[in-house]
């Protein structure tokens, strides 16, 4: 029985050869693989809230001219200098007193949206609930209104009209709907009053 292996076994060098050239291809694969990995860990601990709000962004959008989609962030840089951070990686620099006074200008004369209104409204609503000691049921948002509780019983109604008034009423469907100057005036309408330290 004679065999050769010569035909089975490929010659040293070109194993070598052959792991030259694929070596290279799987360090980049694995090097994709690192970075990979790597920018997932860095999204992961990357902090995810936003620091500001889209009135923030509509605020500076107006002082720069641009969209506010475009807007990342913003920071002060040595209590001087302005940077916004722009979303395709560009940044813009402006002087601190500058941009401040530009700020106040533009909130002064942009008008609240939807969305803002019943966050400000909400948190109104949930002081006044905590001052008086009672709870609320869902909020009707396109009407800003809501039903107010006192020990699980219903005391009345209280919401804000377009026009910016607080009013309460006793009955759901009833007249009678009172405005008040503001949320505590409203509630007081329902005869709550807030609780007296003993």
């Known amino acids: 029985m004679t065999h050769t292996t010569s035909a089975q076994q490929p010659p040293t060098d070109c194993g070598l050869t052959q792991l030259k050239r694929i070596a290279p291809d799987e360090q980049a694969i694995a090097q994709a693989e690192l970075n990979g990995y790597v920018a997932e860990q860095a999204q992961a601990v990357a902090p995810t809230t936003d620091p500001l709000t889209s009135r923030d962004r509509r605020i500076i959008s107006e002082i720069i001219q641009i969209e506010p989609e475009s807007i990342c962030t913003l920071w002060i840089e040595g209590g001087i200098t302005v940077w916004v951070q722009l979303v395709n990686g560009g940044r813009l620099a402006f002087e601190r007193d500058w941009f401040a006074s530009r700020v106040a200008e533009v909130k002064a004369t942009l008008p609240e949206t939807p969305r803002e209104r019943n966050e400000r409204l909400s948190e109104k609503l949930e002081t006044a609930c905590k001052k008086y000691g009672l709870t609320h049921g869902e909020i009707d948002w396109l009407s800003f209104s809501t039903t107010l509780y006192l020990n699980r019983q219903r005391v009345g109604f209280v919401g804000c009209n377009l026009q910016g008034q607080w009013y309460s009423r006793i009955s759901q469907l009833g007249g009678g709907s009172r ?13 709550v009053r807030q609780a007296v330290a003993a």
């Open 179 to 191: 405005t008040a100057v503001d949320i505590d005036a409203a509630i007081a309408l329902l005869g």
